[in-house]
């Protein structure tokens, strides 16, 4: 992780936090290890404690009504903020004129943007002079890199000794992210080594020391950075697993993601990240998604590697329905099933650990 705190920070989520639209804020306000999360911005939510909304447990990050208000509430307890981060994640990557407005008037309150989406602010002029009046800097830390640092593919994956889990999705927004961390952390906490190789931007606003921007990078570097990503892991830490974040799912219509990590990153096993409740991918109601065991043998043809676990995302199910659902699955599929999130990770680490100590064990001489 960072070793220290970058700045203090406030979430822009305005109309989304409580969609699957508001994740990068989502993820930022369950972990951050890059910024101090003072409070989010979104007038739909405003009242709520963000972590208490999320998982049911209060952090005292307060969601407000404006941006004013939330400036106004960071200076009156000690923490003025310096950043706002832009937490919502539109299809597309697309900022609202509502959104570009009220990043103009962060900017003129003196404070630094930091935006991972598609709309590359440094290349609005208006904003650019609105920060340079006030000392401010906007970065886009989804702005494609210079080519020159890249790197191309190699093989030199084989040489990480790991083992390598990747944590892929039969949809988008699905909870990949969370669950890969909540995975990282239980491997730590049972006395195993873990890094995490994060692919997108919100695991590099939470801190991810070992982390590349996907859908920043031209097509002829994505595999290379993926397999320099999870290299540098090894190099530098020398871990007993690497776990990767996966992106999109392979079949979505919009944002197909997992090739390049099971080809790149050539994960030794895969757990499979689920919404039971959902019935058409995340923002397309004309394209049903592919029943589950369709997912498996597509990702297992493609990989030659197994799925391991199913991990689930209840979103849309109530308690009852989301005990039946992850019964159901588990028995269907014949692997083992869990909300990490809401049972926590031990079937995940109990799947796991033969897997991790067979790795370990002394070859034969």
């Given amino acids: 992780m960072s070793k220290s705190i970058e700045a203090n920070a406030i979430i822009y989520c305005e109309g989304a936090f409580a969609t699957t639209n508001g994740k990068t ?3 930022l306000i369950r972990r951050s290890r890059r ?9 739909s939510q405003s009242g709520s404690d963000a972590a208490e909304l999320l998982d049911g447990i209060a952090r005292q990050i307060p969601i407000h009504a404006s941006l004013t208000q939330a400036v106004e509430s960071a200076r009156l307890e000690g923490h003025p903020a310096t950043h706002l981060i832009v937490g919502i994640a539109p299809d597309g990557g697309r900022l609202s004129e509502e959104a570009r407005t ?3 008037s962060a900017l003129g309150l003196g404070l630094s943007v930091v935006c991972g989406l598609h709309d590359y602010l440094t290349e609005d002029p208006e904003m650019s002079r609105i920060a340079e009046d006030n000392g401010v800097t906007i970065r886009d830390i989804r702005k494609p890199p210079h080519t020159k640092g890249l790197h191309f593919f190699s093989g030199k994956i084989e040489q990480v000794k790991a083992l390598r889990v990747a944590i892929l999705g039969t949809d988008s927004a699905v909870g990949k992210r969370t669950t890969a961390w909540i995975l990282v952390d239980a491997l730590r906490q049972a006395g195993f080594a ?3 190789v994060g692919t997108g931007q919100t695991a590099w606003l939470q801190g991810a020391p070992f982390s590349i921007i996907m859908d920043s990078l031209p097509n002829d570097f994505v595999s290379g950075e993926i397999e320099h990503a999870v290299w540098q892991a ?3 830490r020398h871990p007993d697993v690497i ?3 996966g992106q999109g799912s392979l079949l979505n219509p919009a944002y197909p993601g997992g090739f390049e990590i099971l080809a790149a990153g050539r994960p030794d096993v895969i757990v499979l990240q689920h919404a039971p409740g959902r019935r058409h991918y995340d923002g397309f109601p004309n394209h049903p998604m592919q029943p589950l065991q369709t997912q498996i043998q597509a990702i297992e043809l493609i990989s030659e590697k197994p799925v391991v ?3 689930i995302n209840a979103e849309g199910l109530g308690k009852q329905e989301l ?3 992850i019964k159901g699955i588990e028995t269907e599929m014949g692997r083992p099933t869990v909300d990490v999130l809401r049972e926590g990770p031990e079937k995940l680490i109990h799947a796991l650990r033969p897997l991790i100590t067979k790795r370990q064990a002394p070859k034969d001489t």
């Fill in 25 to 27: 804020a989502h993820g």
């Fill in 35 to 43: 910024y101090r999360i003072l409070s989010v911005v979104d007038s």
């Fill in 102 to 104: 009220d990043i103009k």
């Fill in 194 to 196: 873990a890094e995490m």
């Fill in 234 to 236: 090894w190099e530098e």
């Fill in 243 to 245: 776990v990767i974040e």
């Fill in 309 to 311: 676990a199913i991990t």
């Fill in 323 to 325: 005990a039946a659902a």
